[in-house]
């Protein structure tokens, strides 16, 4: 009886640890779920550099770790490509974040702006590195190979990432010289030309490495989406992955009825899968440093208060209606921009402390909407 017992025992704690095998086997493996819940965590290494802390319970936590453990599985980052101010979200500041990220399991949207600075609607300047050149072959070999150059760079240091934006926000034409710089109709000709050079780049990457990292389209407001898609496919834009949408209930004339019908038509329509990139939501509307808030007491829409209460409840509802209607992930944009001594462009503080995840008026604790993370409610 006694051996018995022993021979048990061994075989169980053999199956126990070969499960701790597969198990430690699973982690290290890029995750790929059906449904992408996670955050940009771009500010995160420049906040902690000012002194920012995060907590739970008074406990100072690492971001990154937190995100992870409340159930975040894809973590998005910014990339510039000679950054205008200071050193933060340079290649380098952006490998800290993805090693970061990657150490907690997470999938990695990588965000390129193809930009010195901020790419967004209403400007798409390319980099400094770039305005000598007069030819477009050249601007689209430059892109090309700064994008394939980029994620060798990643790879050789274990931080490939899992799906790529080429270009962020791309409501105008991209990369656009800052001395004729417009935000008016785009030269689709110019535009497909410089888009389709950086899916190449990624193609290319695919093909030399065997790996099958995704590529994404990123449109902001999905009013905009419908005809700026249709204008990509007209002109000869197709191979790529994602439709990546922001949705920011102050700046869209979309209510969440809308916005679920323009994802599952977008779906249907293009054959791509669909993921709310950016979005975000206040829990007050508290000026807790000098840097204005850009989401303040206009950015409140009915049914959800601006309160911690309020933000976890358009949160819950933005992730089941687009899932019902087709889309595969949600990312918040900076949860963790806190207010700190740092400095933007614009102002001393953070534009975002009142939109964030973390409760600027109680020494940066966990808010309920971390609750938006777990898989059922």
């Known amino acids: 009886m006694q051996n018995t017992n022993f021979k048990n025992s061994t075989l169980l704690l053999g199956a126990s640890l070969l499960l701790v095998v597969a198990t430690s086997c699973i982690k290290k493996t890029s995750p790929s779920p059906d449904f992408y819940l996670g955050a940009d965590l771009s500010y995160v290494n420049e906040m902690q550099d000012c002194g920012g802390v995060y907590r739970e319970n008074t406990k100072v936590v690492d971001p990154f770790e937190f995100f992870a453990n409340k159930g975040s599985n894809i973590v998005r980052v910014r990339l510039w490509h000679t950054p205008e101010f200071g050193n933060y979200s340079s290649i380098e500041d952006v490998e800290k974040t993805i090693g970061r990220a990657k150490k907690e399991n997470q999938a990695i949207l990588l965000d390129f702006h193809y930009s010195d600075n901020w790419a967004d609607p209403s400007k798409q300047i390319m980099p400094r590195a770039w305005q000598k050149i007069t030819s477009l072959q050249v601007l689209g070999d430059s892109v090309y190979n700064y994008t394939l150059s980029t994620l060798n760079q990643l790879k050789a240091k274990n931080l490939t990432p899992e799906i790529v ?104 329509r293009y054959n791509k899968k669909v993921m709310i990139v950016e979005t975000g939501y206040p829990y007050s509307t508290k000026e807790y440093d000098p840097a204005n808030n850009m989401l303040d007491a206009g950015a409140q829409i009915a049914k959800y208060p601006i309160s911690p209460e309020g933000q976890l409840s358009f949160m819950i509802d933005l992730k ?10 949600i990312v918040y944009w900076e949860p963790a921009w806190i207010s700190t001594k740092c400095k933007t462009q614009w102002g001393v503080g953070s534009h975002w402390e009142n939109a964030a995840f973390f409760d600027a008026g109680n020494g940066n604790e966990a808010l309920p909407v971390f609750k938006f993370f777990k898989p059922t409610f």
């Open 320 to 329: 089941n209606i687009t899932q019902k209607a087709g889309a595969s992930g």
């Open 165 to 268: 934006q080429v270009g962020n926000e791309t409501n105008i034409g991209v990369i656009q010289h800052p001395d004729s710089a417009s935000n008016g109709p785009i030269n689709w000709k110019r535009n497909a030309f410089l888009l389709n050079k950086g899916i190449e780049a990624i193609e290319a990457f695919n093909k030399s490495t065997g790996l099958h990292i995704q590529s994404m389209l990123h449109v902001a407001q999905p009013e905009n989406a419908p005809a700026w898609f249709a204008d990509a496919l007209k002109n000869q834009i197709g191979n790529y992955d994602w439709i990546g949408l922001s949705y920011y209930p102050k700046w869209s004339t979309y209510d969440l009825e809308k916005l679920s019908q323009t994802i599952s038509d977008l779906k249907s």
